[in-house]
Nanobody, 125 residues
Framework: QVQLVESGGGLVQAGGSLRLSCAAS????????MGWFRQAPGKEREFVAG?????????YAEDSVNGRFTISRDNAKNTVYLQMNSLKPEDTAVYYC?????????????????WGQGTQVTVSS
């Protein structure tokens, strides 16, 4: 089992940047593929970015974030990151990190086994 705690959210102006962190407990962090999701008010939780166990393979939601967001991980620190640049008001949401113990390139909420509590990101226009 793994416990996840996100941090780094906040209020930022459009065009600004934020770096989210997700700290994982346990010694098996490197065995999990990790993902970042977000949920805006009144909308379903959606996939943002994913990264494989070793960190060498990453993938992103189509169109909405590609080129602006970068996912990375440091297995020595049991932490996954989401660097968000050129933020837009439509990026406003609660951002969650999640872990999955199986499969490749998972994008669905149901594919992930463990979730953090989320961190709020608000982008003002």
């Amino acid at each position: 089992q793994v416990q996840l705690v996100e941090s780094g959210g906040g209020l930022v102006q459009a065009g600004g940047s934020l770096r989210l962190s997700c700290a994982a407990s346990g010694r098996t962090f490197s065995m999990y593929n990790m993902g970042w999701f977000r949920q805006a008010p009144g909308k379903e939780r959606e996939f943002v970015a994913g990264i494989m166990r070793g960190g060498g393979t990453t993938y992103y939601a189509e169109d909405s974030v590609n080129g602006r967001f970068t996912i990375s991980r440091d297995n020595a620190k049991n932490t996954v990151y989401l660097q968000m640049n050129s933020l837009k008001p439509e990026d406003t949401a609660v951002y969650y990190c999640a872990a999955t113990g199986s499969g490749l390139y998972k994008r669905r909420v149901v594919d992930y086994d463990y979730w953090g509590q989320g961190t709020q990101v608000t982008v003002s226009s």
